[in-house]
């Protein structure tokens, strides 16, 4: 069975840093290109970045471009979210999920909540 | 930026059909996913390349695409396809998700 499982969510105060997890299981993890999408308290679904499977090709939301960085050890079979300089805004769930035909699938989420 | 317009909810009876529609500029050049989530669960694919479902999905879920409007129908609702739905497509380097649409079970 594929699975993710992401981890590294927490509280942090706006300007600060995280970095989150997303540990693969049950499949070849470096044959897909993979994608973090958040969703905020009682919002809808954002996407925001996405890696090639080679780890070659970075893609970002303009609302989170500069701050975030993307990234992946396939060794590992780990995708990993750098993200700096935290605003109040990013306050969400963030869902890692495996893109092929779509995403699927998705993991359970982490909680980042960022405030003073 | 590119934008998905979806209603905010659509309600139907059981055993009725629920269609949900997404707007987007040129739509139908692109390929469109749909996927439902449920309240405090992960979102869950129902829908990719505009029509085709994933395994396991019932086949009162369908898709199509054309023109600047991509559609789900569920034919037959039940009352567990009560949830959210979004679309997504892929522009100009980076993927967009719908505004979302809340299915209401009469």
């Known amino acids: 069975e594929e699975q ?4 590294g969510g927490g509280f942090v105060q706006p300007g600060g840093s995280l970095r989150l997890s997303c540990a693969a299981s049950g499949f070849t993890f470096s044959n897909y290109a993979m994608n973090w999408v958040r969703q905020a308290p009682g919002k809808g679904l954002e996407w925001v970045s996405a890696i090639s499977y080679s780890g070659d090709r970075t893609y970002f939301a303009d609302s989170v471009k500069g701050r975030f960085t993307i990234s992946r050890d396939n060794s590992k079979s780990t995708l990993y979210l750098q993200m700096n300089s935290l605003r109040v805004e990013d306050t969400a769930v963030y869902y890692c999920a495996k893109e092929f035909e779509g995403f699927y699938p998705w ?4 909680l ?5 | 930026s590119y934008e998905l317009t979806q209603p905010p909810s659509v309600s139907v009876s059981p055993g009725q059909t629920a269609s949900i529609t997404c707007s ?6 692109k390929h469109v996913c ?12 129902v829908i990719h390349q505009d029509a085709k479902r994933p395994s396991g999905i019932p086949e009162r879920f369908s898709g199509s695409n054309s023109g600047n409007t991509a559609t789900l129908t569920i034919s037959g609702t039940q009352a567990m396809d009560g949830a959210d739905y979004y679309c997504q497509a892929w522009d100009s380097s980076t993927y967009v998700f719908g505004t ?3 299915v209401n079970i009469l």
């Open chain 1, 4 to 7: 993710l499982l992401e981890s």
């Open chain 1, 112 to 116: 980042v909540t960022v405030s003073s």
């Open chain 2, 34 to 45: 749909w996927y439902q989530q449920k309240p405090g669960q992960s979102p869950v694919l």
């Open chain 2, 24 to 29: 987007g500029d040129k739509l139908g050049d």
């Open chain 1, 107 to 110: 993991g359970q989420g982490t």
């Open chain 2, 100 to 102: 979302g649409t809340k």
